[in-house]
């Protein structure tokens, strides 16, 4: 009698229930996934919500390096040998997160193609988005530096069309992303809504045409600024 043939492996089917080495938890806002100094033994994934990760210094100076939505993974450095984490992770809004133990990830990245293909994927993405931050924190204005932020929250609106920002994110925490004070984040902020890129209508809307700002210095905003 023929054995019954094994059903292909779903990675979203994997990482949408508990089992062999993987929990989900729920997480209130402002609630801490782990804390920098932790033992780094686990990769977690973001069902649902966003989740803030930021640093602290030995002189008590804090800076978010990151904002992490749905269906990203944190904490990958386990990975690589790296044996406490190395920020703090704090839920933005309602969470829902997946902690995969180190040894069942490692399992299922060994025997499933198909996982471990999404896995590269996702860390090649990371990798090109952390080469853009410290190209954006070395070269570019605090204004750039601002609407960059922004558009990565928005996802980056397409066809001109506003795109919300459903995670609530505070002036003093795109203040802390990009390097600046609170002050000339509320500046370029009202600046932008002036100029047409952002709206406040109880949520924060982005236009895509925001990438002018990114992308050059346009004269013509210059203009519309002074008009």
Known sequence: MASKAKPPFDPKVFLAKADGGRTISQYRKNQIIFSQGDQADSVFYIIAGSIKFSVVSEHGKEAVVAI????????????????????????????????????????????????????????????????????????????????????????FGKEGRP???????????????????RSRVSHFMNKFRKLGFINYNGKLEVHSSLLNVVLHDDPQLRRREMA
């Open 68 to 155: 992490l939505r749905a269906d990203e993974f944190c904490g990958e450095g386990s990975l690589a040998g790296q044996s406490l984490r190395m920020a703090t992770a704090r839920a933005m809004m309602d969470c829902e997160v997946m902690r995969i133990e180190k040894g069942a990830l490692v399992r299922v990245l060994h025997e499933e193609p198909s996982f471990s293909e999404m896995f590269v994927d996702h860390l090649l993405t990371r990798t090109i988005r952390v080469e853009a931050d410290l190209v954006d924190q070395l070269f570019n204005s605090s204004e750039k530096r601002l609407a960059r932020a922004l558009l990565l929250l928005a996802n």
């Open 163 to 181: 795109e919300p920002v459903l995670t609530k994110v505070s002036q003093e925490t795109l203040a802390e992303m990009i390097g600046t004070t």
